[in-house]
């Protein structure tokens, strides 16, 4: 599959600030990519690069084949952007900020197919001061597609809404991909993250430190297996620390036990053969699987512990 978007070795200061530091990454045609990372991360100054309102000390940028340093024009009318914050003047109407914005590309869509497909049908001609949040949120989607874009860009665009304008706007997105539109994706809701993104990219103090799909990501990370026995279980504790898949024994009392594992089921399994040739009852089990927050967390942590 092509790429729609190359980033190379991208480099970017602000006098002694290392804002993004040598950072390579590529998003395939027609898929949802998450760029997710704290404030001050690198991803504003990342996209702004990849929008051309920033320029890169080094590296490159390609947009569905197009050199940005190269051919800026071209590539900048395939790009689409939902930036944070947009605002329009209180008077202007979604009807009126569409056919404007659309008469500074070349190609564009028709302004009533996009109040269709983003369903602005009934405040289309409506100031844009009595919209709600909502409905300001899909105005900025219908804009980032008003040139018909193969590659949109998305700032944290469901930041703010309640979860019933959040479930529409996930929607309206995934409807886009369908359409064959490559979609970046930046949010601070990492579950969201987890499921409209096709892969994420993990990003800390101006670099990328994992990339991968949310499952896999996941899948990756410690898992805890929790137990409560009937009745004590001698050296529980040192036979599971000799088990290269146990990466450490949280806690370990007479009758509790927490166990960090890369692998749950051969955990399990020499867990409860043990217990088995001891004669001891296993109360209870709990598997406690990672969220995606938790893996970035994690990841960010073992990131710092190497500066």
């Known amino acids: 599959m ?23 990454f590529d998003v395939l045609e027609g898929e949802i990519f998450g760029l997710i990372g704290p404030n001050g991360a690198g991803k504003t100054t990342t996209l702004e690069c990849v929008l051309g309102l920033n320029t890169l000390d080094s590296g490159s940028i390609y947009v569905c084949g197009f050199d940005l340093l190269q051919k800026p024009d071209a590539g900048k009318e395939l790009i689409g952007a939902q930036l944070q914050n947009s605002q329009l003047p209180d008077t202007m109407t979604p009807r009126q900020a569409l056919k404007l914005c659309g008469a500074f590309y070349k190609t564009r869509g028709d302004v009533n197919q ?9 405040k289309a001609d409506t100031n844009f001061a009595s919209l709600s949040g909502g409905q ?14 193969k590659l949109v860009i998305l ?14 706007l996930h ?9 064959g539109v490559t979609i970046i994706f930046t949010t601070h809701y990492l579950e969201e993250a987890r499921s409209l ?23 990756k990370s410690k898992v805890m297996v929790k137990i409560k026995l009937r009745t004590s279980a001698p050296v529980l504790g040192e036979r599971l620390s000799e088990l290269n898949h146990v990466l450490s024994i949280v806690r370990n009392d007479d009758l509790n036990c927490i166990i960090e594992t890369l692998s749950v089921n051969k955990t399990i399994t020499a867990l409860t053969s043990y217990l088995d040739t001891q004669g001891i009852e296993l109360v209870d089990l709990q ?21």
């Open 155 to 168: 700032d944290e665009p469901t930041v703010g809404l309640d979860p019933k304008a959040r479930k529409e």
């Open 2 to 24: 092509a790429s729609a978007l190359v980033v190379s070795h991208l480099k970017k200061d602000y006098g002694s600030v290392h804002a993004v530091k040598d950072l390579s």
């Open 287 to 307: 598997i406690i699987r990672p969220t995606l927050d938790d893996v970035f967390k994690t990841l960010v942590n073992a990131e710092g512990s190497e500066d």
């Open 136 to 149: 300001k949120q899909r105005l900025s989607l219908a804009l980032a597609f008003v040139n018909n874009p």
């Open 114 to 122: 996009l109040i269709e497909r983003f369903q602005l049908n009934e």
């Open 197 to 219: 993104c096709d892969r994420i990219a993990l990003i800390a103090r101006g670099s990328i430190i994992a990339i991968d799909t949310p499952e896999a990501l996941i899948a």
């Open 171 to 179: 929607e309206l997105i995934a409807e886009q991909r369908k359409r």
